[in-house]
């Protein structure tokens, strides 16, 4: 049985990974964490490196020597993170609408938006509107351009063809991780696992299966 490790993005929570994991293939087991950090009602704050540690420490969990990382946003972020930093333990990666070294006039421009959006309105998505905001800001120090050939993982990198401030961030992936492929998706903006879910199962687990 192989772990399949499924990270969601900022504004998404476990749940959005559901169209994954109704479709799931034989012979894998799925695990969709909260982000170290990020649940709401929780005292933690969140950090790229503690989630990533949080989702390393699901190998003694399920008592496996390896796993498979999906990753949206900055769940792309943290299954990177881990993969740089263990990548033995790492055999498949997906990164997608990841970064390396986000554009502070993007992150800037984002973090405005979501400051003004109705806390409520957050809330009703499963977010909390603080903890989002600081995972945001948490987002946009990191900086992975000296480490990206450290990952061993074979390694596919998916991009929304809408999601235009995310392609230099992907192409700098593909073009820096050892072997990766990059893949742009038709039809998706960001979250491309809730934009375009069939075409991201498709993608991901044809991905998984060689």
Request: hydrophobic share 50%; no cysteine.
């Amino acid at each position: 049985m192989r772990l399949l490790v499924l990270l969601h993005g900022l504004g998404q929570t476990p749940q959005s990974w559901q169209d994954q994991v109704t479709v799931l293939p034989a012979g894998f087991k799925a695990v969709a964490p909260w982000l170290k950090g990020t649940r709401p009602g929780r005292a933690e704050q969140f950090t790229v490196t503690g989630a990533a540690d949080d989702v390393l420490s699901l190998l003694n969990t399920h008592g496996v020597e390896q796993m498979s990382l999906v990753g949206v946003s900055i769940g792309a972020v943290v299954a990177l993170d881990a993969a740089i930093r263990a990548p033995e333990h790492v055999s498949h990666l997906v990164l997608a609408a990841g970064q390396v070294n986000p554009p502070k006039a993007v992150m800037r421009a984002q973090r405005l938006v979501f400051s003004l959006m109705p806390a409520r309105r957050m809330a009703a998505l499963g977010v909390e509107k603080k903890r989002f905001l600081q995972a945001l800001d948490e987002s946009a120090r990191v900086d992975y351009r000296a480490q990206l050939g450290k990952v061993r993982a074979k390694t596919l990198v998916l991009v929304g063809a809408s999601d235009r401030p995310n392609l230099p961030a992907a192409q700098a992936l593909a073009a820096g991780i050892p072997g990766a492929r990059l893949e742009i998706v038709e039809g998706a903006g960001h979250q491309i696992n809730t934009d375009v879910p069939e075409r991201f199962n498709e993608l991901v687990y044809d991905f998984l299966a060689q």
